[in-house]
């Protein structure tokens, strides 16, 4: 447990090191030369639908196995190495300073009134295009890269390092590291249209169904924080459903709710218009505020699971000494 601490105040701290080589960045260099070869030679659907299963399998077990080793190693070797080790693994993990960077990044081109410097810098953060984005549409757009974000950049990643807390022999980081390989190969391959239906498929799958229970305990711990989690969770089951995403639907409608604004509607990927489920009610106008208090939300949730399996964990181990 407490190297689940120790990662998240480095990660609180200091984030992702600018020019520092990270682990998703191993993943993608993988997955994408992975990618060339099984579309360069082989047109078959069923054989690039095996080849994905491969990748898919293959990056998160090996991911988790390597990082299991290597921890193994280096704490033989040196016992505060190995604490060092998993405490910048386990922090690359969470992206919650690098969610709030982000989202501050363009919101300091709107402060000062530089739309094109604010679309520029937006265009680093998400996959729609930006050049012709409105004041209020690039405020939409942060608000949703954060509520979509939480879920696989946040709290799912450090879902399954509590979960590890609770397996010794694999541990926190490994099951996390594992975490995030499949999150890598949903961003990057996990999309129905060519080249990526076939050899996608499955990590896209698998990466919705390992988000599923993460996805959920974080709409219910953003309702209980906001003080109404029947109404919320109610009324964001509604919203949800109307998204084809088993998990991004629920994670952007919760934070419509609590926020009283409305995500979602028309955006536009690489020339192509796109129509998403409006979600929420338009009470109040996205501004810089309700992106601040959706950070906030996302670091109380945070802090919520942190010390309430902290919590758990002393309590049992009071139990077992009686």
């Known amino acids: 447990m407490n190297i689940v601490w120790l990662a998240s105040i480095l990660d609180y701290l200091i984030g992702d090191p600018w020019g520092w080589i990270h682990p998703v960045q191993i993943m993608g260099w993988i997955i994408q030369s992975y990618h060339n070869f099984v579309i360069d030679r082989t047109s078959s659907k069923l054989a690039r639908k095996i080849a994905g299963v491969i990748l898919g399998l293959g990056l998160v077990i090996g991911s988790g196995g390597i990082t299991w080793l290597l921890i193994y190693w280096v704490s033989n070797f040196n016992y505060y190495g190995g604490i060092i ?30 739309l094109s410097q604010a679309r520029h810098r937006l265009s680093f953060y998400v996959g729609r295009d930006t050049e012709n984005l409105s004041k209020e549409d690039i405020l939409r757009a942060v608000l949703e890269t954060v509520a979509e974000n939480t879920v696989d950049g946040v709290t799912a990643p450090l ?3 509590l979960i590890g ?9 490994p099951l996390a590291i594992g975490y995030k390989a499949i999150s890598t190969l949903d961003s990057m391959i996990g999309y129905k249209k060519e080249p990526y239906v076939d050899i996608g498929w499955f990590s896209a799958k698998l990466e919705d169904c390992l988000t599923w229970l993460p996805c ?3 709409v219910l711990t953003l309702g209980i924080i906001s003080g109404k989690p029947l109404k919320y969770i109610t009324e964001c089951r509604q919203y949800a459903i109307l998204d084809p995403s088993p998990n991004s639907g629920w ?9 009283k604004v409305q995500l979602g509607g028309e955006n536009t990927y690489k020339g192509e218009k796109k129509f998403k489920p409006l979600l929420g009610k338009p009470d109040k106008k996205i501004d810089a505020n309700s992106i601040e208090q959706a950070l906030s939300l996302t670091r109380k949730c945070f802090l919520l699971w942190l010390f309430t399996i902290t919590l758990l964990k002393q309590v049992l181990f009071w139990l077992t000494r009686i």
């Open 159 to 161: 879902f399954f390092a």
């Open 165 to 173: 807390t609770f397996l010794p022999i694999i541990g926190s980081v």
């Open 85 to 114: 080790l998993q405490t910048v693994l386990l922090a690359s993990c969470f992206a919650g300073k690098s969610l709030r960077h982000a989202a501050e990044d363009v919101l300091s081109s709107l402060k000062e009134n530089d």
């Open 216 to 218: 959920r305990l974080t």
């Open 251 to 259: 994670s952007e409608a919760i934070y419509a709710l609590i926020l």
